[in-house]
């Protein structure tokens, strides 16, 4: 099991509104080190679920449409990747051979995604901003020129 690139894009622009409230596409991603095209496809899917809002022009940019302690992984991950879903038998109900309440590898794989169900819905976007009393020194640690926080 991997995290797409999509995912992790996802999650570190939601933290950089996390932590300076807005951003453009240009300096999101310099200071994520992202394509600028490949986060807008990612930020478009951030958009469409609602968990960002987007402003056109001069002065737009992106910002979050709920607080960070309001955002779940889990909303962040079915907003890029769909629905969560671990694991599909790979015979099916008609063929499977173990098709009963005692199929230890379709319990086995139920249990395992509850677990990580669980931890997605457990862990807010808030968990995951740096602690840091001066977080541009964690985000922008090798970013040239970082932009600076609204206040």
């Not at 080190?33 to 469409?48: D, E, F, I, N």
């Not at 890029?80 to 009963?100: A, P, R």
């Not at 395992?112 to 901003?129: C, G």
């Amino acid at each position: 099991m991997r995290i797409s690139r999509s995912l992790d894009y996802a999650i570190r622009a939601l933290v950089y509104l996390g932590i300076y409230q807005t951003g453009d596409l240009h300096h999101i991603a310099q200071s994520i080190r992202v394509s600028q095209p490949y986060l807008a496809k990612v930020m478009h899917r951030l958009v469409r679920k609602g968990l960002v809002r987007s402003t056109v022009g001069r002065e737009g940019g992106y910002v979050l449409r709920k607080r960070p302690q309001d955002i779940t992984v889990r909303e962040v991950f079915e907003a890029v990747e769909g629905e969560f879903h671990l694991f599909d038998c790979y015979f099916g109900t008609e063929e499977c051979y173990f098709i009963s309440q005692n199929c230890t590898q379709l319990r086995f794989w139920n249990q395992l995604q509850q677990v990580i169900l669980k931890a997605l819905e457990s862990t807010t976007l808030a968990d995951l901003l740096p602690q840091s009393s001066q977080p541009t020194e964690v985000l922008y640690a090798r970013c040239p020129t970082p932009p600076t926080p609204n206040p």
